[in-house]
Every structure is written in C-alpha cells, then in structure tokens.
C-alpha cells in the first residue's frame, strides 16, 4: 500500500502543482463572501438605524397651525422680492408651573406662563442675525386676542408683556408682537424649560462665569465666583436667576439668559461636538422633545432646510441685544419701550437693515461669551462693556 503524498502535492508527489492554488483560491473565495455580506448587513443595519432614528426625532416634533387664533390684518406686510426676504422667528419660553421642574420663583398653580420671548432675525443676504430680548415686565397695548379656551379676550387698556402668553399662548404672543412693531413672524417656536434641563445635560453641561459669589435659597444656586460648566438642573437656576446676581431686575436676567444662550451655540457648533455623534443625538432627542413650533417647521426636513440658511453665518454674526427701555413713570417695577429708539429697532428689522451701532451698544454675540471666550481689553469700549456685564450679574 502506497503512502499518501505530502501536504499540498498531487498524485506524483510534487507539491507545485494545481491543488495548492485551489486551496488558496477557496479560501479567498471564502473572506470575500464573509466581508461582501458584512458590509451588506453592516449598511443595512446603518440604513435602518438613520430610519428609525429620523422617525423618532421627527415624531418629538409638536406642530401646530395657529393661523386661526393668530388672526388676519394685524400688520402690513413689507413686500420682498422673489426668491426670498428676512426670515422672522418669534422664540417663547414656556414655564408650567405645574410641571415637575417647571417651577419659577417657586410659584405654582397658575398654568403656562412665558418668561422670555426672543426675536430671531435671519438678514435676506443670509450674512447676520440678531436675537432680540423682550423685557416680560414691559407695558404695552395688547390687542384683542383669543383665549386658551379660543373665546375672544378684549384689549385692555394697556397690559404686562408675557400676559399675553398667560392667556392666549403663543397665538395672542404673536398678534401682540405684529401689532406692536409691525413685524411678521415668519415662525415661531415655544421651548418648554424642562426639556432644557434634557438639553443642556445631553451636551455635557455649559459654560457660565459668575462674577461673584452667588449664595441664593430662592434661585437655589450656591457656587464659588468664576467658571462653571452647569447641569441642566443649575443651568435653569441660573437662567431664572434675579435674586442675587446684578441688580435683581428682569433686564439682568435677560442679559445672562443671552449669554447662555450664546454659550450653548458655541458648545454645540464646537468641532468637539459635532465629532461626538452619540452626545449629538442625545441633544437633538432631548431638544426635539422640548419644542412646539408652528407646521412651517414641524419637520426635521423644513428644520434642517431653515439650519441651512444659517450655514454662512459665523457665531460672531449672532447678536442677542435687548429692545430699548426705561422705566416705567407710573410704576418702578415695570418698563416701557424708549422712543424713539425702540421704533428705529423695530422699523430696521421690518425693512431688514443692518442695526446701527446706538443699538447694538452693549450687545452680546454667540462667539465672545463674558468671561467664557473673550477677556476684555483695555480700551475705553470695552471697559464700559465690562461694566455694564457686571452690573447685569456677567462676568467682566
């Protein structure tokens, strides 16, 4: 009986002939059908993945129509040519005082209430944007509006801002703003506080400099003078904060909620950010949830497709300034709007101008965050930019 022949030969013994190159051939044959059909499952798996990912922050989306109970004929539009003009978008803060979390100066029972409304500016040429602060204490004539219940609510002879929120949400928000200043709020958003607490957690917390000690039971903050990087829970403190940082008036907080605001857009256009994918999409699920706009936006696609009018707009192009103001003569602790600068503010929106440098005085940018990004310098501009920062409770 013959031996078998060695490893790798044929029949004859010689080990360079065909069997060894069928070997190798089966086995290349082999991997490239395993890593053909990894890469198959692989794509199908990221496929499904941008699928179901896309639904579930679509279905976070709370879209609204509040075309009815906004009402017609309140402003007359200011024509803009084809293809495209400013786009106006009108930001409310929600505070259910009812919602765990939602409690602002320990106040309770008492609905929805709205504490901040902001004016977003997007300029027709896309190169700038302004955010514009409403003081929620400032006098103003509200006219007619619905009620949450949709029956008809009277004007009053004059009336505090965020009443209007009070009794009519974002709908009587929007009459009130277009009557006022002749604006058309192009879209609107109403951000509920306690999905911002979500937000601000999914990115890891930001960035906030005090400019002294702040030991206050009421706005439940207790830290040391200087940076912070705040949670969610301190981040909402801080924005409520009027007790104990600057001078304890609704103007002060405004002031540091634009700041924290600017902070949290550069945390989250920062490269660091956006090459986190995971921390990314714990922000957007917690921001999607935290939001009621209206249908002109109620989808990731028209949300992603507003974003993309922004892409040429750098950080230090996003002014936060505050509509002009004094104190109101009738009452101390209520403001109204100064002319004739607030109607300058207002009419240079409306026509989409550049605001003049008067306006942008004391104005904050989402690049150069007080006592975050920028030191000041020691120029005369500067100084009193300083301390104006310090008297509304930022730092220098």
Same mark, same amino acid.
């Given at each position: 009986?013959?031996?078998?022949?060695?490893?790798?030969a044929?029949?004859?013994g010689d080990?360079s002939a065909?069997?060894?190159?069928?070997?190798?051939?089966?086995?290349?044959?082999?991997?490239a059908?395993v890593?053909?059909? &990894?890469?198959?499952?692989?794509?199908?798996?990221?496929g499904?993945t941008?699928?179901?990912?896309y639904?579930?922050?679509?279905?976070?989306?709370?879209?609204?129509d509040?075309?009815n109970a906004?009402?017609?004929?309140?402003v007359?539009?200011h024509k803009?040519p084809?293809?495209?003009g400013p786009i106006?978008?009108?930001?409310m803060?929600?505070?259910?005082?009812?919602?765990?979390?939602?409690h602002?100066?320990?106040?309770?029972?008492i609905?929805?209430?709205?504490? &901040?409304?902001?004016?977003?500016?997007?300029s027709?040429?896309?190169?700038?944007?302004?955010?514009?602060?409403?003081p929620?204490?400032?006098?103003?004539?509200?006219?007619a509006?619905?009620?949450?219940n949709?029956?008809?609510?009277s004007?009053?002879?004059?009336?505090?801002?965020?009443?209007?929120?009070?009794?009519g949400?974002?709908?009587?928000?929007?009459r009130?703003?277009?009557s006022?200043t002749h604006?058309?709020?192009?879209?609107w958003?109403v951000?509920?506080?306690?999905?911002?607490?979500?937000?601000?957690d999914?990115l890891?917390?930001?960035?906030v400099?005090?400019?002294?000690?702040?030991?206050?039971?009421?706005?439940?903050?207790?830290l040391?003078?200087?940076t912070?990087?705040?949670?969610g829970?301190q981040?909402?403190?801080?924005v409520?904060e009027?007790?104990d940082?600057g001078?304890g008036?609704d103007i002060?907080?405004?002031?540091r909620?634009?700041?924290?605001?600017?902070s949290?857009?550069?945390?989250v256009?920062?490269?660091d950010?956006?090459?986190?994918?995971f921390?990314?999409?714990r922000f957007l699920? /917690? /921001?999607t949830?935290?939001i009621?706009?209206?249908?002109?936006?109620?989808?990731?696609?028209?949300?992603?497709?507003?974003?993309?009018?922004?892409?040429?707009?750098?950080?230090n192009?996003?002014?936060?300034?505050?509509?002009?103001?004094?104190?109101?003569?009738?009452?101390?602790n209520?403001?109204v709007?100064?002319e004739? /600068?607030a109607?300058?503010l207002w009419?240079?929106?409306r026509?989409?101008k550049?605001?003049p440098?008067s306006?942008l005085s004391?104005?904050?940018?989402?690049?150069?965050?007080?006592?975050?990004?920028k030191?000041?310098?020691?120029?005369?501009?500067?100084?009193?930019?300083?301390?104006?920062?310090?008297?509304n409770?930022?730092?220098?």
């Amino acid at each position: 009986m013959s031996a078998l022949p060695p490893d790798g030969a044929d029949e004859t013994g010689d080990p360079s002939a065909g069997g060894k190159r069928k070997g190798r051939g089966k086995v290349r044959h082999t991997v490239a059908k395993v890593v053909t059909a &990894t890469l198959v499952v692989i794509a199908l798996v990221t496929g499904l993945t941008v699928v179901f990912l896309y639904r579930h922050l679509n279905h976070n989306l709370d879209a609204e129509d509040l075309g009815n109970a906004i009402g017609q004929g309140v402003v007359d539009k200011h024509k803009w040519p084809a293809p495209s003009g400013p786009i106006n978008i009108l930001v409310m803060g929600s505070d259910n005082r009812d919602a765990p979390g939602d409690h602002v100066d320990n106040l309770t029972g008492i609905g929805q209430r709205s504490d &901040t409304t902001i004016l977003l500016h997007l300029s027709a040429d896309r190169t700038r944007a302004y955010g514009v602060s409403i003081p929620r204490d400032s006098i103003v004539d509200r006219p007619a509006c619905l009620d949450n219940n949709g029956k008809p609510i009277s004007a009053p002879a004059t009336d505090m801002w965020n009443n209007a929120f009070n009794i009519g949400g974002p709908a009587c928000t929007i009459r009130q703003f277009e009557s006022l200043t002749h604006i058309t709020v192009d879209h609107w958003i109403v951000v509920d506080f306690a999905g911002f607490k979500s937000m601000v957690d999914a990115l890891g917390g930001v960035e906030v400099c005090l400019p002294h000690e702040v030991n206050d039971p009421i706005g439940h903050i207790t830290l040391p003078a200087g940076t912070h990087k705040f949670t969610g829970t301190q981040a909402l403190d801080y924005v409520r904060e009027r007790h104990d940082l600057g001078n304890g008036s609704d103007i002060g907080r405004m002031k540091r909620q634009q700041a924290f605001v600017a902070s949290m857009a550069h945390q989250v256009l920062n490269a660091d950010m956006l090459a986190k994918p995971f921390s990314l999409l714990r922000f957007l699920d /917690a /921001a999607t949830k935290s939001i009621h706009l209206d249908e002109g936006i109620g989808s990731l696609k028209k949300l992603a497709g507003l974003g993309f009018k922004f892409r040429h707009i750098g950080l230090n192009h996003i002014q936060f300034v505050t509509t002009p103001w004094g104190e109101d003569p009738s009452d101390p602790n209520r403001v109204v709007w100064q002319e004739p /600068a607030a109607n300058q503010l207002w009419n240079d929106i409306r026509l989409d101008k550049p605001l003049p440098r008067s306006l942008l005085s004391g104005s904050l940018n989402a690049h150069q965050i007080p006592g975050v990004s920028k030191k000041p310098k020691n120029g005369q501009q500067e100084q009193a930019q300083a301390s104006e920062n310090l008297a509304n409770g930022l730092c220098a």
